[in-house]
């Protein structure tokens, strides 16, 4: 929705799914996590979360001028950060399903499918992070060719 057209109603079923969500699934599992042996939390961002993408013309996200998923990813990335900070025998990472230098995307029914990268493709960064051995990085964001400076 494009940002003169966007309601404060509007966004928050996206927030709610994107930032409310992963810390309602999260919250009550932290017991588990912390007592599991190599606990691992993957969240699933966008490279259109970064304003070094979406400030660049080449990129194409920088071309869907919307504010609720790309603000809310934002929003999602900082909140791993954070729990990868309070909670260090857990690995949270953040993983998009793309290539941010390359400007690709995973082909999906949310872009109908005009992305480049199929959705196989697009889960390499996410099986990645969610196979990370005991010395792996934390609080990290990575997509398909490897890790993003944020």
Same mark, same amino acid.
């Given at each position: ?6 309601? =404060? @109603? +509007?966004? $928050? ?9 992963? %810390?309602?699934? /999260?919250?009550?599992?932290?017991p588990l996590l912390q007592a =599991? ?14 304003? /070094?993408?979406?400030?660049v013309p080449e990129q194409p996200?920088?071309?869907? $001028? +919307?504010?609720?998923? *790309?603000? *809310? ?5 900082? %909140?791993? #950060? ?6 260090? +025998? ?9 290539? %941010?230098? $390359? ?17 196989? +493709?697009? /889960? ?8 990370? @051995? ?12 490897? *890790? #993003? =400076?944020?």
């Open positions: 929705m494009a940002p003169a057209d966007a309601t =404060a @109603d +509007e966004i $928050h079923s996206v927030y709610d799914t994107n930032v409310h969500g992963p %810390i309602r699934v /999260t919250h009550p599992y932290l =599991a042996d190599h606990p691992r939390v993957v969240m699933v961002s966008s490279g259109g979360s970064f304003f /070094t993408v979406v400030t996200v920088s071309k869907i $001028h +919307e504010l609720a998923c *790309s603000s *809310s990813k934002a929003a999602l990335n900082m %909140i791993t #950060v954070r729990y990868a900070q309070a909670l260090p +025998e857990i690995k949270f990472n953040v993983a998009t399903p793309g290539e %941010i230098a $390359h400007r690709k995307f995973a082909a999906t029914d949310m872009n109908n499918h005009t992305g480049r990268l199929t959705a196989t +493709e697009g /889960t390499d960064s996410i099986v990645k992070l969610a196979m990370v @051995d005991v010395d792996g990085p934390t609080g990290t964001f990575i997509d398909r060719l490897g *890790s #993003v =400076a944020w």
